[in-house]
């Protein structure tokens, strides 16, 4: 008897992924709570197994976060599992074909955190909301948290709200920048002060550049954060992986003043003489 086939479609088999992560977290769950119950031991944080985050594609979630509508928010983030859902956005993006010879439109999907679109956004009181029902502060959907997104776009209110909750000063991007590195516009010199005051670590240097919060200012000329890190303790002699000091990034940025700034102090162990 011959056997009957069908096609998958993409969405088909999306929601045959998802019930088989289901299916694998269930078979985790009571694998775990049976070892626990054989060992006659309570439960503890370090036994309960994490649901994994579901994805979400829903306009109506989108503009919701997008548009900043409050009302919308509340109603559709009631609970810690909406709070962290992820967000998946997709766009069509040109890329060169080398196989057909032109540019052609590409889907690229992006993903991230519904606080991350609040906080990127200014929508202080939807971030608000979606904290206190549950939502991880540093959660790195995508690649950032949402403090990063924050102090990227100089969103002074909700960098002081994620820091009077508790996110972390330093948290690191999947390339291992910090928030302050990400303070790279002026008017991002008071969320640069709220982290410092937060204790961010002004000589933390990021990933494969090795470039620290000062390197970053001194290349885009902001006087006002080189001075604010030189007042916490920046280090003048710390190098990049290129061996550039601060110095040297603000004199090929041609940013006169901060060069200046950087000349009237004590040469430190690895700068220049």
């Avoid at 009631?78 to 010879?101: F, K, P, R, Y």
């Avoid at 999947?174 to 928030?179: D, I, K, L, S, V």
Wanted: overall charge neutral.
């Amino acid at each position: 008897m011959a056997r009957e086939t069908f096609p998958f479609t993409s969405s088909m088999l999306r929601s045959l992924r998802l019930q088989q992560e289901w299916l694998e977290w269930e078979d985790r769950r009571r694998a775990a709570a049976q070892q626990c119950r054989s060992r006659r031991c309570p439960s503890s944080p370090r036994a309960r197994l994490t649901r994994p985050h579901r994805s979400c594609r829903d306009p109506a979630v989108h503009h919701a976060l997008f548009s900043g509508n409050l009302q919308q928010v509340q109603a559709l983030f009631q609970d810690e599992e909406a709070a962290n859902m992820i967000v998946e956005t997709v766009s069509n993006q040109l890329a060169w074909s080398a196989e057909q010879g032109f540019w052609v439109l590409t889907p690229k999907t992006k993903q991230t955190a519904p606080l991350a679109i609040a906080t990127a956004r200014g929508y202080t009181d939807c971030a608000r909301h979606l904290i206190r029902q549950g939502a991880e502060l540093d959660a790195r959907v995508g690649g950032r948290a949402a403090l990063h997104e924050a102090c990227a776009r100089a969103q002074f209110d909700c960098v002081r709200l994620l820091l009077t909750f508790g996110a972390k000063a330093n948290v690191l991007t999947e390339e291992g920048t910090t928030p302050l590195h990400l303070c790279t516009i002026p008017e991002s010199l008071q969320c640069a002060k709220l982290l410092l005051e937060a204790g961010a670590t002004v000589n933390l240097a990021a990933g494969e550049s090795q470039e620290t919060p000062l390197h970053v200012a001194a290349a885009r000329g902001l006087e006002q954060h080189v001075a604010l890190y030189l007042e916490h303790g920046a280090d003048v002699g710390l190098r990049t992986s290129q061996g550039e000091t601060a110095l040297n990034t603000a004199c090929a940025g041609a940013e006169g003043p901060d060069a200046e700034t950087l000349r009237q102090l004590p040469s430190g162990p690895g700068s220049p003489a």
